[in-house]
């Protein structure tokens, strides 16, 4: 019972939680993406993010290095919706809201996110909230970046190699 209960508890706290800002609208992202994800901070940790268009959803599955799922989310309508029977994460929904704010074209972020969002510098972006800075995201390349989600703790992002064994 004192289970049952706990559960209770952190569902109603995570509805209670700020809500990660999302576009109006998804951008047009260029789909599907392999991601290799640092994470860095207390607790570091290594995985590999797939996003892919599924119809009028985008499909986020974050997956550790043997391939288990941490999370499966889909980005439809404006809202997450968690696939399959994992448990909420709410550390993966703020990391994939915060990839689709760094993975945003360049033309497109001042329509999707409005004044929030703003070129701090030559390869620099952030998105600003009541209080300061949300994210923060400094570019290697565009599928190269260091993103900062909160204090002390900054994901490092980069497209997995091409493993097909395509010859050039």
């Given amino acids: 019972m004192k289970r049952l209960l706990l559960g209770l508890c952190f ?5 209670c939680a700020a ?3 999302l576009p109006a609208t998804t951008s047009a992202l260029d789909v599907p993406l392999q991601l290799h994800v640092q994470r860095r901070g207390s607790e570091p940790a290594d995985w590999l993010l797939v996003i892919q268009r599924e119809e009028a959803a985008l499909r986020w599955s974050l997956l550790d290095p043997l391939g288990i799922p941490l999370a499966r989310q889909q980005l439809r309508d404006g809202d997450w919706h968690t696939e399959g029977l994992l448990r909420p994460n709410p ?5 994939f809201a915060a990839l689709l704010f760094a993975l945003t074209r360049r033309d497109q972020l001042a329509a999707l996110y409005g004044a929030a969002a703003e070129q701090s510098g030559p390869g620099e972006r952030q998105l600003r909230q009541a209080g300061g800075v949300r994210w923060q995201v400094r570019y290697r390349s565009a599928l190269s970046f260091e993103l900062d989600v909160a204090p002390g703790l900054t994901y490092g992002v980069a497209p997995l190699p091409d493993t097909t064994g395509s010859q050039h």
């Fill in 11 to 15: 569902v109603l706290l995570e509805g």
């Fill in 91 to 95: 550390e993966a929904r703020e990391l």
């Fill in 19 to 21: 809500r990660a800002p």
